[in-house]
């Protein structure tokens, strides 16, 4: 019995998926501070809940820009899909992120000691983005809708 050869119909994002691992995580949770933790980990739990692997990363956009530039950069080729981004004050994390990957970014606008009048100043932030850079943007610390909005991106 002859072998034929495989149809040479390999698209790119196939080529591209070649060695990932099975369990690659799909989503990733960032925050600039570990003091955000609490607030993510909503996230966290609604994936897990779900399913869904994904992976946790604490990095500050303005205290090591270049660490979120090349998270976002390989972002993709490691296997994500979406990534959750929660920051407070002036919230320049999800913008970040976004200006360094085609892949979607939630923003989650977060409270703090310093925030102003509940967060409305990351929250403004995150909403605000310039043309085209999109950022989605969720509620005040709702790290758990970020999630769900992530796995029906990911469902889409």
Known sequence: MSQEAAPATETAVEAEFEGLEVDAPRVGIVMGSKSDMPAMEAAAKELEQRGILHEVRVMSAHRD?????????????RGLRVIIAGAGLSAALPGVVAAHTPLPVIGVPLTSAKSVAGGLDALLSIAQMPPGVPVACVGVDAARNAAVLAARILEA
């Open 65 to 77: 820009p270049e660490l979120v530039a090349d998270y976002a950069k390989n972002a993709r080729l």
